[in-house]
């Protein structure tokens, strides 16, 4: 297995990983208010995510940046709730033009959970002499793998809103309301343990 090949698996295992599923939660929170239809903007919307994840990534693992890991630990549960309260505040995408928050949150939050990566990238990147390949080979395994999770989960929710007939609103909430949950559950436990 190439070096490329690599690092694109780890990024691939990083996401779909459910021992560490707080950035399934949080990629589950920022897609929760769209529909299928709504592709284009959910793929800017990941990928948004994507670049500040990559940055902090980066720039944690050149050294450039050095962040407390329990801090970032303790900060990634709560963009998950953050995020979760915004869906259960205001439960439908905007139809307007102009940036939406989620944008927002995937970019800013993507900049904290990219940190919480970065000791373990390092310690694998060891003495390589250069980053660029694992890290752009990492980012686009992210990548791909949150654009599954996010296909999966929206094509999940029009089936069980269509066959079940929920509104869309209310699935909207109970989703998100989940989502808050086990953020804070994430968040307690980052502090007690």
Same mark, same amino acid.
């Given at each position: ?55 902090? &990534? *980066? ?5 450039? @940046? ?5 801090? #970032?630990? +303790? %900060?990634?549960?709560? !963009? ?55 890290? &752009? *080979? ?5 990548? @791909? ?5 996010? #296909?999966? +989960? %929206?094509?999940?929710? !029009? ?35």
């Amino acid at each position: 297995m190439n070096q490329f090949q690599l690092y694109f698996n780890l990024g691939i295992q990083h996401i779909l990983d459910l021992k560490g599923f707080d950035h399934i939660l949080f990629v589950l929170a920022l897609a929760v208010v769209y529909m299928i239809k709504d592709w284009g903007r959910i793929l800017v919307l990941v990928t948004a995510f994507t670049i500040g994840h990559s940055l902090t &990534l *980066a720039l944690a693992t050149l050294k450039v @940046i050095q962040i407390n890991t329990d801090l #970032v630990e +303790f %900060l990634i549960p709560v !963009t998950i709730a953050i995020t979760a309260l915004s869906n259960i505040f205001k439960p439908k995408s905007s139809s307007g033009k102009g940036i939406q928050i989620n944008y927002l949150f995937a970019l800013c939050f993507g900049l904290i959970h990219g940190l919480g990566f970065s000791n373990y990238l390092t310690s694998l990147l060891g003495k390589e002499q250069s980053i660029f390949t694992p890290l &752009l *080979a990492f980012n686009i395994g992210l990548e @791909i793998g949150q654009v599954v999770i996010v #296909v999966l +989960f %929206l094509l999940t929710s !029009t089936l069980i809103t269509g066959i079940f007939r929920i509104n869309r609103k209310e699935w909207v909430l109970v989703i998100s309301s989940m989502i808050f949950g086990m953020a804070i559950m994430i968040l307690l436990d980052s502090v007690y343990w």
